[in-house]
């Protein structure tokens, strides 16, 4: 564990009680190290270091918020202590000592690998996997990452508790040069522990873009979609997630507002945000203000259960916090954020989503841009394929796919080549666990 | 040690090249939401990145403790030499024009002299304008960053600069069958004077909301489409910019590459990036230290230009024109726009919509997304119209298009003189400040998603 960050902690909480206030510490440190592909070769290695208090005050009642480094405690203390004069007025109780869950999120292997530099031969693996196929495929971009974090937590009520964590993530975009345009494809994985088969990952990315070099027409209509685990990650994040957050209900900024009990989707979905697994792609033992992980049901059979609070949240909407205050590092103050959500369903073996007719979509372009209140989206699905009596055929090009995703839920078909599906789209990272799946409601148009 | 003392000693150890970018940030964030202080936070931070280039390999250190900068130096070149050991294809940077200055970016009224309950108040009176029936969630947010840089290169540039930018956010929410929202972001690089311009918007995202409300879901398909100045520069951005970026070209990554000096658009269009007009993205020196100027990116039709940093230029055989930007002392700089403009033409707005038998005049965007290397991209508009036998008809609510950028561009056959530009924020693994914009813009043909 960090001597210089935990002691850091330590005493801007004992600069919070000397002035007999209450409130938190939120320390990280964060070690990354990372390689960049391009066009078929490692270019490049960076390695950057983060560390830095978030700092929470409770006076009078009132929150004020702020940051520091190491060293300079009694700045970022004097800080939030001024800026808790203008802010909101909240009775916020603060998390006491509780039994924490124990997930296993630190592997011992990924923090040696990154400190022996042993990154560089993983990125040759995955650039060797995606050459190796055929002579005129080329990784040009591409990146590995292996980071080493930890996180702290302690408040004025006596909880003081630290987790180490570890992720390795890789993705590879591969490419078949042409004249006009070139045509491409892409693979990504994250682990917390050493298990990636990064040859497998280079050359998962350069058979996708092989098997786009025919062309079939594209259907159009009211067609099945199946969904790999990434392209439906992705609108899932953006369209249901923000749905299940406890603040939306209360506003009525969601579809599920006043919906609890109600069938919302397939008889057989099940939804949980569960940070308590095992190498969980979001697991950790406590949330970012110290409340211990719990496993929170949100959709069960079918039926909506629960939605995600944070402490402050579960003020306002008069309930209890879910675990779910998250800080996307230490500049910020805590939110509501989804943990570990796993998605379930009858997992059929996905060759039988495939329908008679319709298509097969590896990706999404303008997942962001969905409706987040509606849930209402018209994305890009590329790249993707024909489907044609269960078989797959060439690729299909400008697919655009327009629906609605609660209402897609209610007919959903999902597989079970569960995936731990993580991507970065602007400043947003959405982690998710979850298999292909079938939408019967929707509608394809294009050229 | 000053910089150019771990400067000289990287250089000693054999380093083809070196770099170091010292920052030092200060920020206010703020969040008003339904009438109560969601996020009061203020905190600054410190750090720098070193960067060296060992033959054809590059090392790159993001550290926040500047006590100990030539660790991190020694660190970037051992890293850098073991990035040559696998890196075959030679790579170089750019000759550019060194400098040694110090620029600091005007503020009319400095945002650290207002005190936090002044930032607080000017949220508050934005939020009571912003009362309506109709309006059932109010969210506003305020940033102000001031950043303080050094940047020092083995070459000899040692420019030291001030960049401060602010932005206000309006978002509102409203309900009728449906749920809508309707945003703006008003900002720029400059003082707390720019916090006027955000009451310019307040009826801006109200009329929107409120035509969201009564508004149809879109007709799918291929047809006309006019773009407002703030869609037109969203496009600009997405659709075009992107592919103009040297690192994707270099690396095969852009449906550009190989075209300089053919024509990649219809002859009315004139694309610009140009950090240096007044805009969000705009900066002194980009973050190699290399003095900013505006790029002519497509000239009457014609490719002109890339957005270019120095290994780059050196790649393509041009000229680094000031393209590298990182978000922060963390991360190394990657080639981005700034301010992306699309010129504005010799037509009026009822001229365009004249023109459309049936399609869609779509306004200020929701986002988008492109494959540059494809040549692919899908946009997304928050307000948008029906468009039959040359009038507007009706609202319409969640529209979406897409198609192939290089079509897109030859299919564009009206702009009118009208412009304006609008602020955002560009991912590309990391964030960058940027303004965009242009005239309105009739696109002959795109593809349209919708339910209907």
């Known amino acids: ?447 | 040690m000053s910089l150019k003392d771990i400067i000289d000693y990287v250089k000693g150890q054999g380093a083809t090249y070196c770099d170091i970018r010292k920052e030092r940030w200060e920020t206010t964030n703020l969040t008003l939401k339904d009438g109560e202080m969601e996020k009061v936070t203020s905190g600054n931070e410190e750090g720098a990145m070193v960067r060296v280039l060992y033959n054809n390999g590059w090392g790159n250190i993001g550290t926040s403790d500047l006590s100990s900068l030539k660790n991190a130096a020694e660190r970037a070149i051992s890293m850098a030499k073991n990035s040559n050991e696998y890196k075959k294809e030679k790579t170089g940077m750019a000759d550019v024009e060194t400098h040694e200055e110090e620029v600091e970016m005007p503020m009319e009224e400095n945002f650290l002299d207002v005190s936090t309950e002044e930032k607080v108040s000017f949220l508050k009176d934005l939020e009571k304008k912003l009362e309506k029936d109709f309006v059932r969630s109010t969210e506003l947010r305020y940033i102000d960053r001031l950043v303080d840089k050094e940047i020092a290169t083995s070459d000899g540039t040692q420019v030291n600069m001030k960049i401060p930018r602010i932005v206000t956010y309006l978002i509102i929410t409203g309900k009728s069958d449906t749920i809508q929202r309707a945003s703006e972001g008003i900002g720029g690089t400059g003082g707390y004077e720019l916090t006027d311009r955000a009451y310019e918007k307040k009826d801006v995202v109200l009329d929107r909301l409120e035509t969201l409300l009564e508004a149809e879901t879109p007709p799918s398909g291929k047809m006309s489409l006019i773009m407002d100045p703030h869609l037109t520069g969203v496009f600009s951005h997405e659709a075009f910019g992107h592919a103009a970026e040297s690192d994707l070209v270099s690396t095969g990554n852009s449906c550009l590459e190989g075209k300089i000096g053919k024509k990649v658009a219809s002859d009315i269009v004139t694309i610009k990036d140009d950090p240096t007009m007044d805009g969000y993205g705009s900066f002194p020196f980009d973050d190699e230290g290399t003095k900013a100027r505006n790029r002519t990116l497509v000239k009457d039709g014609i490719l002109n230009d890339f957005i270019l940093d120095r290994e780059n230029a050196w790649k393509l055989d041009m000229e680094a024109n000031g393209g590298a930007r990182a978000e922060d002392f963390r991360v190394k700089p990657l080639v981005r726009m700034s301010n992306t403009i699309m010129e504005p033409g010799d037509m009026e707005f009822d001229e365009l919509v004249e023109e459309v038998d049936k399609g869609v005049y779509a306004k200020s965007s929701g986002g988008g997304q492109v494959n540059t290397g494809e040549g692919t991209f899908q946009f997304n508009a928050q307000e948008a119209y029906l468009i039959e036998d040359g009038e507007i008809i009706k609202p319409l609510r969640d529209v979406s298009f897409n198609g192939f950028t290089l079509q897109t561009l030859q299919n564009i056959t009206g702009i009118t003189k009208e412009m304006d530009t609008g602020i955002g924020h560009c991912g590309k693994g990391q964030t960058a400040a940027v303004t965009d914009g242009g005239g309105n813009v009739l696109i002959s043909e795109v593809t349209v998603g919708g339910r209907e």
């Open chain 1, 1 to 447: 564990m960090n001597g210089k960050l935990v002691e850091s902690v330590k005493k801007a909480l004992e600069l919070i009680d000397k002035k007999n206030l209450a409130g938190d510490v939120f320390g990280v440190k964060e070690r990354n190290i990372s390689y960049s592909i391009k066009k078929g070769e490692l270019s490049e290695s960076s390695e950057y270091e983060d560390l830095g208090l978030g700092i929470r005050i409770i006076k009078d009642g009132k929150i004020g918020f702020g940051y520091c480094t190491p060293g300079k405690e009694e700045k970022g203390v004097r800080r939030a202590e001024e800026l808790s004069n203008i802010s909101q007025k909240l009775d916020l109780g603060l998390p006491e000592e509780e039994d924490i869950p124990e997930p296993e999120i630190f592997d011992e292997k990924v923090e040696d690998s990154s400190l022996e530099g042993e990154g560089a031969e993983f990125t040759q693996q995955v650039i060797d996997g995606a050459k190796d196929l055929k002579d005129d495929i080329i990784p040009t971009r591409g990146s590995l990452s292996i980071s080493v974090g930890s996180k702290v937590i302690g408040n004025t009520h006596g909880v003081f508790l630290k987790q180490r964590n570890t992720a390795v993530s890789t993705g590879v975009l591969a490419t078949i040069p042409g004249d006009e345009t070139s045509i491409n494809a892409g693979e990504s994985r994250f682990s917390r522990r050493m298990d990636l088969d990064f040859a497998d990952i280079g050359k998962t990315a350069a058979e996708k873009v092989d098997s786009l070099r025919e062309k079939s027409e594209l259907p159009k209509g009211e067609i099945p979609i199946v969904m790999n685990p990434d392209a439906f990650g992705m609108l899932m994040w953006f369209g249901i997630v923000p749905a299940i957050n406890g603040e939306n209900i209360r506003k009525g900024k969601s579809v599920y507002e006043g919906r609890k009990g109600e069938k919302v989707a397939s008889e057989e979905l099940l939804m949980k945000d569960d940070p308590t697994m095992d190498w969980g792609i979001g697991s950790s033992p406590f949330d970012d203000e110290g409340v211990p992980s719990r496993t929170v049901s949100i959709i069960e059979d079918g039926i909506l259960a629960r939605f995600i609070y944070d402490l402050k949240e579960a003020i306002k909407s008069n309930t209890e916090s879910t675990g779910n205050g998250m800080r996307g590092g230490f500049k910020n103050p805590p939110d509501i954020s989804d943990r570990n959500i796993v998605l379930r369903g009858e997992g059929k073996k996905k060759d039988e989503l495939l329908p008679d007719q319709g298509i097969l979509v590896d990706g999404v372009m303008g997942a962001h841009t969905l409706n987040p209140a509606s849930g209402d989206f018209s994305v890009v699905g590329t790249p993707a394929w024909l489907v044609e009596n269960g078989e797959i055929k060439g690729k299909v090009e400008g697919a655009m796919i327009s629906g609605n995703l609660p209402e897609v839920l209610e007919s959903i078909e999902l597989a079970d080549d569960y995936k731990k599906s993580h991507a970065s789209i602007g400043s947003r990272d959405i982690k998710m666990d979850l298999p292909s799946a079938r939408f019967n409601d929707v509608t394809v148009s294009g050229k």
